[in-house]
């Protein structure tokens, strides 16, 4: 399982463009060829000149999880204190995540997970143009009736409109919160250059997803294109 994931990335990384304005041709490129960045004519932006926000999902991100290992080795990221873990309330996250984005002192790049990726995207219209990009894995299907807890149905519908930045989505065939149909459609409503991960489940600590290296160079990649 684990092999399989591996390679999609690695042959992911061997194709993707070299600049966000390559993605114009997006087709060329993507296993699941979804869409399509903004143009942007900049130089590429370095780690070291952007604020990673960390946006968990449903319960946080435990120790072993890769986010909170990106955290500790990625000296600009930090996490966003989305409200409660546990009986999470969405006005709640979509307002403390769009104070991060504001109290930011460079340009955000946004690392969601789960639940936190689907906030991300409701936050989108309201990020003015201080998000240079989102990195969104594992998003989940807020419109499930099955989704448990049925709380998490309060984030949904999932939103429909195109982001205002680029951004990069990574989906598992075999993720139980998510279809990877559904995923796709998502993705193609938000207009983000989706990422068939294979058979990854959640893409977390359970799925054998802790420290992540290969989802690290692809996010690596992400950055260099923006």
């Not at 070299?18 to 590429?44: G, Q, T």
Request: aromatic share 10%; net charge positive.
């Amino acid at each position: 399982m684990k092999k399989l994931a591996f390679q999609r990335l690695k042959t992911t990384i061997a194709v993707l463009p070299d600049r966000a304005s390559e993605f114009n041709n997006a087709r060329e490129y993507s296993f699941i060829p979804i869409l399509i960045l903004n143009k942007f004519s900049s130089p590429p932006m370095k780690i070291s000149q952007a604020d990673i926000l960390i946006v968990p999902g449903f319960k946080g991100s435990s120790e072993d999880h890769w986010q909170t290992r990106w955290e500790k080795s990625i000296q600009t990221a930090r996490r966003v204190q989305m409200g409660d873990w546990h009986k999470p309330v969405f006005a709640d996250w979509k307002k403390n995540l769009l104070k991060a984005v504001d109290e930011a002192s460079n340009p955000v790049v946004l690392v969601g997970h789960s639940l936190g990726s689907q906030v991300i995207v409701h936050a989108a219209r309201e990020t003015g143009k201080k998000v240079a990009g989102a990195f969104l894995v594992a998003p989940p299907d807020v419109e499930n009736e099955d989704i448990r807890p049925r709380h998490l149905l309060t984030f949904g519908p999932y939103s429909r409109e195109r982001l205002t930045f680029p951004s990069f989505t990574i989906a598992s065939r075999n993720d139980q919160f998510c279809s990877f149909e559904k995923a796709e459609e998502m993705a193609a409503s938000w207009g983000s250059y989706l990422m068939d991960a294979g058979q990854c489940g959640h893409i977390d600590p359970a799925s054998g997803h802790g420290p992540w290296p290969e989802g690290l160079m692809v996010f690596s990649k992400f950055m260099s294109q923006l």
